[in-house]
């Protein structure tokens, strides 16, 4: 749930996807979270020191440039950042452009241009507040049993138990 987003604050309803059509009531659901932290630690963690998180990130330009006709995209035209958006309660992995890009995908006939500082967001996470993750369990007909965190309550588990059948938004 927490990689599938379209506005700041997509909530879990919005992101359920199949998962709304196939519980019957008395189903259990087990649901794993990361809770909000420390926004100066996620974006460390998203921005390592060695650079592999901006490696895993830049080989995005590199895969697409090998499964997909396109000229005037180079690695070397972006840089990886990482950003924590408080607002929607994510960090997002970005490529921001070094330089004024112009790629061509000739296989589908498209442009896409970005201007030096414009920036392509390539993954979001979610990071969920506890009480909210209640509130958004509950709203698919979901009622929590159990719950547990790690020390740290950096990540949780919840064992909840379906009441009603949840509708499809």
């Known amino acids: 749930m927490g990689r599938s987003a379209t506005s700041p604050r997509t909530s879990a309803r919005d992101s359920c996807g199949w998962f709304c059509a196939a519980p019957a009531p008395g ?14 630690g ?15 990130n830049l080989n995005l330009i590199d895969v697409i440039d090998r499964m997909t006709p396109v000229t005037g995209l180079r690695r070397e035209d972006f840089e990886h950042e990482a950003v924590w958006d408080d607002e929607a309660s994510r960090i997002e992995m970005r490529l921001r452009a070094v330089r004024d890009v112009e790629a061509d995908f000739t296989g589908i006939g498209r442009t ?10 390539t993954e979001i996470s979610r990071k969920f507040d506890p009480g909210e993750l209640r509130d958004e369990l509950a709203g698919h007909g979901l009622q929590p049993v159990a719950g547990w965190t790690d020390e740290a309550g950096d990540f949780s588990l919840t064992l909840a138990r379906v009441v009603e059948h949840p509708s499809v938004p």
């Open 27 to 40: 189903d259990h659901f087990l649901l794993g979270a990361d809770l909000v932290k420390d926004a100066a």
């Open 112 to 121: 896409r241009q970005l201007a030096k500082g414009e920036h392509l967001r």
């Open 42 to 56: 996620l974006v460390a963690a998203y921005d390592d020191e060695v650079g592999v998180t901006a490696e895993f």
